[in-house]
């Protein structure tokens, strides 16, 4: 399976509805193919690796104008614009403008508010050393009007008084996991801006886990603009590295009778499954981990695996501030289920037509325009951020699935979409014995 395959086009597609048009979307098998994973694809990394990358500003370059515009030397001149974006216990100040009113003779819903970040100007954010702003990186002038311009992030939580967020300003700092359901899909700025802050998560989370050097206890230090640490100690100076914590998710198949394995955790909400996952642990390729995962977990034993593709995953638990979702398909040996129930709650074997089922459109939409709402609400400062997604997935009982699997934001979803709709992918080279 070919991620560029997999992932080309930017809006939802009917695949194979099978039927008459419903009159329910619900009723309707659908297969929403994204441009990339939800957090991958961020516009202000995307040069890298490409010949127009040197366009973009410096992290040296970018810093030097930050700490003059800090110090409060606004006579210097600055080739580029410097756009900061605070954030408070892990979530962004972020806006929600309400939408344009549809004109009256429109048949077709009003739109739901796109949430964007809420960028402001270095001189909002004064009296914070210039050394805990994170580098985030930069666009360069376009050619189309567009200034450069670098961007930062910076943790205010500890800064009493801030003057910004609040019903005031039509800001608020808002759940990250919030903003990934609020996000749509179809909208590729939106989702570079949910890429843009989960990057910045990650390194803000990390900052604040990793105070200490991992060799010899001393204090870590930022350097090269918030984007690495060092050891303070003169006779150690360990460079120390944003962590990234890969995790092996797959979907197991069982390919004669054409079913996959789905499972349940009690912190799921109720109807929602998804495939296993699980850490890495030394000395094991992606490939072992898959097989013993699903081992431990279901008793089930894995012969071929098959890379699907990765997703950054920066909304896990503040002691991992990034996991790499690392997905594959697995293909059972065996076929008998033993749930090992500290783990899960549950595995079942699934038919490939229920399965589609479960991939219901109706509900991530809705889900998608209740979450978009609220974040409007929540900057406007009618209703409190940091609510749980929990509740949102769940839909009214006369359109409710028997079970439903994670929506368009996640790694699982596209794996168990891609298996349901287009078949199992072929073995596609000589290591399929891994
Ligand atoms: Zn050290």
């Not at 800001?171 to 910045?200: C, N, P, Q, Y």
């Not at 129930?341 to 079942?348: G, P």
Request: charge should be neutral; include cysteine.
């Amino acid at each position: 399976m070919h991620v560029s395959r997999l992932l080309t086009t930017s809006s939802p597609r009917l695949t194979s509805p099978g039927r008459q048009p419903d009159k329910h979307l619900a009723g309707l098998a659908m297969s929403i193919h994204l441009r990339a994973h939800a957090f991958a694809a961020n516009p202000l990394r995307g040069l890298a690796g490409s010949a127009s990358a040197a366009a973009a500003v410096s992290s040296s370059a970018a810093a030097d104008a930050l700490r003059s515009l800090l110090d409060g030397a606004d006579t210097a001149v600055h080739h580029h614009l410097s756009k900061v974006l605070p954030f408070r216990r892990g979530r962004p100040l972020t806006r929600s403008p309400d939408p344009p009113a549809p004109s009256p003779s429109s048949s077709s819903p009003a739109p739901p508010p796109s949430w964007r970040l809420a960028w402001l100007p270095p001189s909002r954010v004064p009296g914070i050393p210039s050394d805990v702003f994170v580098f985030l990186g930069s666009h360069g002038s376009d050619g189309d009007g567009k200034e450069a311009a670098a961007y930062w992030a910076v943790d205010v939580s500890e800064i009493e008084g801030a003057s910004f967020g609040g019903a005031g300003d039509g800001s608020a700092f808002v759940d990250l996991r919030t903003l990934m359901v609020a996000a749509d899909w179809r909208d590729k700025d939106g989702m570079g801006e949910l890429a843009i802050a989960g990057h910045a998560r990650a390194l803000l989370e990390w900052h604040s886990t990793a105070k200490f050097c991992g060799a010899c206890g001393a204090k870590a230090v930022p350097t090269e603009a918030g984007t690495r640490k060092q050891c303070s100690n003169e006779s150690c100076k360990k460079r120390i590295y944003p962590r990234v914590d890969p995790v092996v998710i797959m979907l197991v198949i069982d390919k004669e009778n054409d079913h996959a394995l789905l499972s349940r955790q009690s912190r799921f909400v109720p109807r929602m499954w998804s495939c296993l996952a699980g850490f890495i642990e030394p000395g094991e390729s992606l490939e072992e981990a898959v097989r013993r995962e699903t081992w431990e977990e279901t008793g089930i034993e894995v012969g071929q695996v098959i890379y699907h593709s990765s997703q950054p995953w920066p909304v896990g638990p503040n002691t991992m501030p990034c996991q790499l979702m690392v997905g594959f398909f697995a293909y059972a040996k065996s076929l008998e289920i033993s749930v090992d129930t500290k783990e899960l709650e549950d595995a079942q074997w699934h038919s490939r037509e229920d399965v589609k089922r479960a991939l219901t459109f109706a509900e991530y939409e809705k889900a998608q325009r209740s979450n978009a709402a609220k974040v409007n609400q929540i900057c406007k400062g009618a209703e409190r951020g940091g609510q749980s997604i929990s509740a949102d997935l769940s839909v009214g009982s006369e359109e409710a699935a028997p079970m439903f699997v994670p929506g368009p934001f996640a790694i699982a979803h596209h794996l168990i979409s891609s298996w349901a709709f287009e078949g199992a992918p072929k073995v596609p080279s000589s290591f399929s014995n891994l």
